[in-house]
């Protein structure tokens, strides 16, 4: 691997038809690539590509603090990017196949689309703690029905991609208020004036306990006017098979997950002063059900008290409390869900971004659309099985038997306008500073139907006709639910605006100090009404439901930064992070309507050094951060309906630590640890209208204490007659500590009582991947062989207990071995 300093710039018909157009569409750009490919010159010359062998570490250039391009290793700020080339070499296309390898970036996961990212041990529920930037486009999380929008962050492919920038503590300076604890930028590559150019790439692999996956990718840069217009075009299609099978309704492989993308940038360069942009990015990934699958040894005997079941368990199934009438066999990658749960998920961006070199500064304006709707959908049997509901069984007319199964299908859908103007000073001197402005409005709108499914999980129709039936009869509902169990839409509306900026004073040539200030207001509005009343608990609150909710605030930042000499450099911070607040979506009981702001204020003191005539980099970080009126999950009185509401104080110690090493021309080394002694709350969580589980001293959950990353990739020359031959071997290795699911542990009382009945242990685990390549300078090819999760570890990514429910999890990908050719003409 070259080390670089980071630069910062059961398938339905539907299903099947779809990836036919795929597939032919694909093909049909694959095709006119390489019937184009013998004019077409190198993206990368040879220089770049002899330095990426290995020897002195190559000096990277980034954007990440919106002030034109720096070198990283200058920058007073912890920031890890991770270059076109290793992202090539890492295989990459998804998210997860970097962040492993970054320090003190983790993740909670729910399946694609439903990510929550996590930097520095910072989460909980409510809205994003990370802002993510395509380019110059903020991506806001979609909203669902606890208005937990956070943790469904978005995920296009990786593909064409100059950079990923990952900084770490809060940017809300310059990337506004949802970037609480970090960023993370994702930087596409643009056109290029008088050069056609492309590559492809095509994969092709089998997952253990799954099946085929395949991908292809494809990339043409076309001039279209002389030094004036060019045109880039980006197009993929992919297959993952699914791993997780349901063994109530006799499907294998449900989590199965197609995409299909493209994306277009056209640039226009009227004056060699001006440049715009102008990009459409399209995504539609289809896939088939949940992640989510039971492992343990649920026991189902109903005469059991549970403090019975946890001592005759030997795993944490003993924890469950699932009624004998459930009853699957649990083990392996089997899930026990009564329906079927496809999360179709659409996504386009369309930005026009203009870069102007003025005499005295650099003028970037942004504007851009974001669209998102996605089907989210989950098994609600075990909700009702909760709720005293039982289905008819021999010698038992069960209760309420036509309320079950019932399937909870939400469509949940976002769209965002925004715009950023900024300029930034260009001039020679001691004093340099950045100035913007910001809008953003981002319309929500959410609908919930649960309804009662067939014996084979899917959505039926039995003729009722809408308003036929009354409550507590289902089938009173709308169209698409029917019969139905319950019914509700909610819209959402925030518009925000603000002004930042930062100045820097260099008191003479090793010291400088900064000051960044941003103020921003914002204003939200709720709109909710239940179509259809919950059949068991009529009458619900009185609904339809209008509320607004408005705050601003200013965020400061105070640093100061020396460079001792050329190979060093030390800084210390003081910056405020803050996440806004919002509405919570009403359900069938009362709940608070709103949730409001959280705040941090990171302390920090970092290094960033080279060592051994740049053959070595080393880069720590020591931080203290102050966490104050937390944003919590709660849950209505019937435990079935979830919502945001504010309790309690957190602090979190940390240590941050990265390492790059390139001992000679063969090697390249790299290592990178996150150490959080201290995580954890620092009062009990308790308002007004929330009493959360935490007390002070209980560790934030989901939070490893330790992580640990590194890599190692050896190069060599071929001994190939004509030459130009190189081969290379490479391993990566990630470590991630144990952590709890909940504040409080599980604990059987005295009494037999059960206290945080859902808390689970989170075990440790490790992952090890492995790739063998061979370059060619001639052919400008890559084939590589690879094995990703080498030993086939199945790790605790994301357990979770619900009430009713067996304990569930999501894993890893297990052991996937294939083969990847990369081309560029």
Not at 379 to 391: A, E, K, T, V
Not at 769 to 785: K, M, P, Q, T, Y
Request: charged share 20%; proline share 6%; net charge negative.
């Amino acid at each position: 691997m070259k080390l670089y300093r980071h630069t910062g710039d059961c398938r339905l018909n539907r299903a099947s038809a779809r990836r036919y157009v795929h597939h032919t569409l694909f093909s049909a750009i694959v095709a006119g690539l390489a019937a184009s490919a013998s004019p077409m010159v190198l993206a990368q010359d040879a220089e770049a590509d002899s330095a990426s062998r290995g020897g002195l570490l190559e000096e990277v250039v980034v954007t990440a603090r919106k002030r034109g391009e720096e070198v990283l290793q200058d920058i007073p700020a912890s920031i890890t990017a991770i270059t076109e080339q290793t992202l090539r070499e890492m295989g990459v296309s998804d998210f997860e196949d970097f962040a492993y390898q970054v320090p003190g970036l983790t993740f909670t996961e729910g399946g694609p689309g439903e990510k929550r990212y996590i930097i520095r041990g910072i989460q909980s529920a409510g809205q994003q703690q990370v802002a993510v930037y395509y380019d110059e486009v903020p991506l806001p999380g979609v909203q669902g029905a606890s208005s937990n929008s956070g943790s469904q962050t978005t995920d296009l492919k990786i593909y064409d991609v100059s950079r990923v920038e990952v900084l770490r503590g809060p940017q809300g300076t310059t990337f506004g208020a949802n970037s609480q604890s970090g960023t993370v930028r994702f930087i596409t590559n643009k056109p290029v004036m008088n050069e056609v150019e492309a590559s492809v790439r095509a994969d092709y692999s089998v997952t253990q306990h799954g099946g085929d996956n395949w991908g292809g990718y494809a990339m043409m840069n076309i001039p279209l006017a002389e030094d004036k217009l060019a045109f880039r075009l980006v197009a993929y299609s992919t297959e993952d098979s699914g791993y997780v099978d349901n063994v109530r309704l006799g499907m294998d492989d449900i989590n199965w997950t197609e995409t299909v993308g493209a994306r277009g940038i056209l640039r226009w360069e009227p004056t060699e002063n001006v440049t715009l942009d102008a990009m459409i990015w399209h995504q539609d990934r289809d896939n088939g059900g949940d992640l989510r699958y039971h492992p343990y040894d649920t026991i189902f005997d109903d005469s059991l008290t549970q403090a019975e079941k946890v001592l005759l368990s030997s795993d944490q199934g003993g924890r469950d409390n699932v009624s004998e009438l459930a009853q699957f066999q649990t083990g392996g990658f089997n899930v026990g869900d009564y329906t079927q749960t496809p999360k179709p998920d659409d996504q386009t961006i369309y930005s026009l971004t203009l870069n102007w070199e003025l005499p005295f500064a650099n003028l970037t304006a942004a504007a851009s659309r974001y669209d998102r709707d996605f089907r989210f959908k989950f098994d609600s049997s075990w909700i009702l099985f909760f709720l005293g509901i039982r289905p008819a069984s021999e010698g038992d007319p069960g209760t309420r038997p036509d309320l079950f199964p019932a399937l909870t299908d939400q469509k949940q859908s976002v769209e965002q306008d925004a715009f950023e103007i900024r300029l930034t000073s260009t001039h020679d001197g001691p004093f340099q500073w950045l100035a913007g402005a910001f809008w953003r409005n981002r319309e929500s709108e959410f609908q919930s139907y649960v309804p009662v499914v067939d014996e084979n999980g899917d959505v039926f129709d039995p003729g009722t006709a809408p308003g036929e039936l009354l409550p507590p009869n289902p089938g009173a509902g709308i169209e698409g639910c029917l019969p139905c169990v319950f019914g509700r839409i909610a819209t959402k509306d925030i518009e925000e605006i603000a002004f930042f900026g930062e100045v820097t004073y260099a008191f003479n040539d090793w010291l400088e100090g900064t000051v960044g200030l941003r103020w921003f207001e914002v204003d939200q509005s709720d709109f909710g009404v239940t179509v259809f009343p919950f059949a068991l608990f009529p009458p619900n609150p009185a609904l339809p439901l209008e509320q607004d909710f408005s705050e601003n605030r200013t965020i400061p930042k105070f640093q100061l930064a020396a460079k001792p000499n050329d190979n060093v450099t030390i800084f210390a911070l003081a910056s405020q992070g803050f996440r806004l607040g919002g509405t919570n979506n009403q359900g069938v009981v009362d709940i608070p309507p709103f949730y409001e702001a959280d705040d941090l204020w990171n302390y920090e003191l970092g290094i960033k050094s080279e060592w051994f005539d740049n053959r070595m980099i080393f880069n720590a970080s020591l931080f203290h951060i102050v966490w104050d009126n937390l944003q919590v999950s709660g849950e209505d009185p019937t435990g079935a309906f979830g919502f945001v509401g504010n309790a309690g104080s957190a602090e979190v110690t940390g240590l941050e630590a990265e390492v790059f090493a390139s001992p000679n021309e063969n090697w390249n080394l790299t290592f990178g640890l996150s150490w959080l002694p201290k995580k954890e709350l620092t009062e009990d969580q308790v308002s007004d209208e929330i009493v959360a589980p935490g007390l002070d001293g209980d560790e934030i959950p989901r939070i490893p204490e330790l992580t640990v990353n590194g890599t190692a990739q050896y190069n060599f020359p071929l001994p190939v007659s004509d030459g130009g031959w190189w081969g290379f071997v490479r391993g990566e290795y990630s470590y991630k500590d144990g952590s709890s699911t909940d504040l409080r542990p599980f604990t059987v009382n005295a009494d037999g009582s059960i206290s945080s009945p859902n808390q689970r242990d989170q075990d440790d685990y490790q992952i090890v991947n492995l790739r063998f390549g061979v370059h060619s300078d001639a052919l400008e090819a890559d084939f590589i062989l690879y094995a990703e999760n080498v030993f086939d570890v199945e790790g605790d990514v994301f357990l979770s207990g619900a009430n009713g429910q067996p304990t569930a999890k999501i894993t890893n990908r297990p052991r996937t071995v294939g083969i990847q050719f990369n081309k560029q003409f």
